[in-house]
């Protein structure tokens, strides 16, 4: 853990430079198109307004009882958006030292600013779109105090998708079927999650399997908050700070253990 404290240190001090790259890696994710960084907002926030139109206006769908809320629409919109922030991060995060592989050959700049500019790229495109999202269901429960715990949740959700991204980032220069592996993981990941469905839908018996997925805790809290006004589980936050913890753990492991290989990997 503490190689995994050390990296974060080095990270804090070269703040500077990790802005001026996550600016640029916005910028160049749709550099060419006419819209240019809409792109980034305008693909999410049609794909929820495509959920609440088809489901709950169109269909007028409605979830059973014991459900966070009775709207099909209203309920995936919540869940898919932050599973959307996880995929952008967590899969670009993954390929973010393979893609700076030159550029670590020639020049001898840490590591880990590479999948933290990433994971803060993805951030600054799908942060706001999360808390105006909150802005937009907020109403609903006349503002109510819980609101506020999102402020953290968005926190820990960034942190655990940078600490994986990392993680895998060091996988994946080691071993480049961890980018494939991770790409399906990503596909499937959502059905083992309560993205789809709510967590009282699936069988009581295999409940628990749905924890092995990170972004349960995280899909969980933010239903809780939105849809029910509600602070989330103290299960929620010990989940994520279990997640964090454990992954930090390894990457302190694979950050030791690369250390001398990695550029040579690339």
């Not at 655990?160 to 990941?189: E, K, P």
């Not at 295999?206 to 092995?212: C, D, G, H, T």
Request: hydrophobic share 60%; glycine share 6%; with cysteine.
């Amino acid at each position: 853990m503490g190689t995994f404290l050390s990296e974060l240190a080095q990270l804090w001090r070269l703040r500077g430079l990790v802005a001026v790259l996550t600016r640029r890696e916005v910028v160049a994710r749709y550099q060419g198109s006419a819209a240019g960084v809409l792109w980034a907002y305008i693909q999410p926030l049609l794909t929820v307004a495509a959920y609440y139109l088809v489901f709950d206006v169109v269909f007028a769908m409605r979830l059973g009882e014991h459900a966070p809320t009775t709207r099909v629409g209203t309920y995936l919109i919540v869940g898919s958006l932050a599973w959307m922030a996880f995929c952008d991060a967590f899969g670009r995060g993954t390929n973010s030292l393979l893609d700076a592989g030159g550029l670590l050959q020639k020049n001898a700049l840490p590591p880990i600013i590479f999948p933290a500019r990433t994971v803060l790229a993805s951030t600054v495109v799908f942060g706001p779109m999360l808390l105006l999202l909150t802005l937009a269901y907020a109403p609903v429960h006349h503002f109510a105090l819980p609101v506020i715990a999102v402020i953290p949740l968005l926190l820990l959700q960034v942190m655990m998708t940078f600490v994986l991204a990392y993680l895998f980032a060091i996988m994946a220069a080691a071993l480049r079927d961890t980018v494939q592996m991770v790409g399906f993981a990503l596909q499937i990941g959502i059905f083992v999650s309560p993205v789809l469905f709510p967590m009282t839908m699936f069988p009581a018996a295999w409940r628990w399997v749905l924890w092995i997925n990170p972004m349960t805790p995280v899909v969980s809290g933010w239903q809780t908050i939105l849809l029910q006004g509600a602070w989330p589980s103290w299960h929620v936050w010990l989940a994520l700070v279990l997640w964090i913890g454990g992954a930090a753990a390894l990457l302190s492991v694979a950050v030791r253990r690369s250390h001398d290989q990695l550029v040579d990997w690339l």
